[in-house]
């Protein structure tokens, strides 16, 4: 089973304008919950993290929400520029375990 | 170098042959982590070292594959009698310590069973 999904594979927004990206989880044993993005034939590179305890961090142009409720996160990036277009990945971290479970990733375009 | 370092890139290798895929973790990071992605999936954990023991192998999907890490750094994960199935690219991330929310990814290396 899907513990973490991202129902959306794929976004397109225009450069300047907001993107928002989307993950639930199922599972309540997760500590920690990040977001990783993806170019091309490289790894994953971090690029924000929130812990179960908080509802928003906020990083530069880059916000991670958590509803520990509704058991949804979303990655809010604001402005978009073109350099963003990447796949980017949710995963979540299992509580006293150093194991991430990912999501199947969104692959965001931002077009001038 | 400064980030984590995967070799081969690229690998291909014939049906039931034995290959051997490299990590050189970030220097000083006890953490190191194996993950696979296959085609249209996220990352799929294998196993995680703290140090040079295995922390947990839960994810390692049967007793052919088999990673080490003998001296703290540098780890190799061992696939046996390849099946086409296991053609993914495999990612290997390392951290500064166990519990830490950041893993830093390598490049992964393609392997490509035929």
């Known amino acids: 089973d899907q513990q973490v999904k991202q129902n959306s594979p794929s976004l397109s927004v225009q450069e300047g304008r907001i993107s928002i990206l989307n993950c639930d989880y199922t599972n309540s044993m997760f500590d920690y919950f990040l977001w990783y993005k993806k170019y091309p034939a490289e790894g994953p590179t971090f690029l924000i993290s929130?812990?179960?305890?908080?509802d928003k961090n906020e990083d530069g142009r880059f916000t991670v929400f958590l509803n520990k409720s509704a058991k949804h996160l979303s990655l809010h990036i604001v402005p978009s520029q073109p350099g963003d277009s990447a796949v980017y990945f949710c995963a979540a971290r299992l509580v006293n375990t150093d194991k991430l479970i990912f999501g199947t990733g969104t692959r965001l375009q931002v077009f001038p | 170098g400064a980030g984590v370092s995967q070799t081969p890139s690229n690998k291909v290798t014939e049906k039931g042959k034995y290959v051997e895929l490299r990590c050189d973790p970030i220097?000083?990071?006890?953490?190191l982590y194996w993950y696979r992605q296959s085609l249209g999936q996220g990352p799929e954990f294998l196993i995680y070292?703290?140090?040079?023991?295995?922390?947990?192998d839960s994810g390692l999907p049967n007793d052919r594959f088999f990673a080490v890490r003998p001296e703290g750094s540098v780890s190799t994960l061992k696939i046996q009698r390849t099946e086409r199935g296991d053609s993914a690219v495999y990612l290997c991330?390392?951290?500064?310590?166990?519990?830490?929310?950041?893993?830093?990814f390598g490049q992964g290396t393609r392997l490509t069973v035929v």
């Open positions: 991330a390392s951290s500064s310590s166990a519990g830490t929310s950041e893993a830093f």
């Open positions: 070292f703290q140090g040079t023991g295995a922390a947990d």
């Open positions: 220097s000083g990071h006890t953490a």
């Open positions: 929130i812990s179960s305890i908080k």
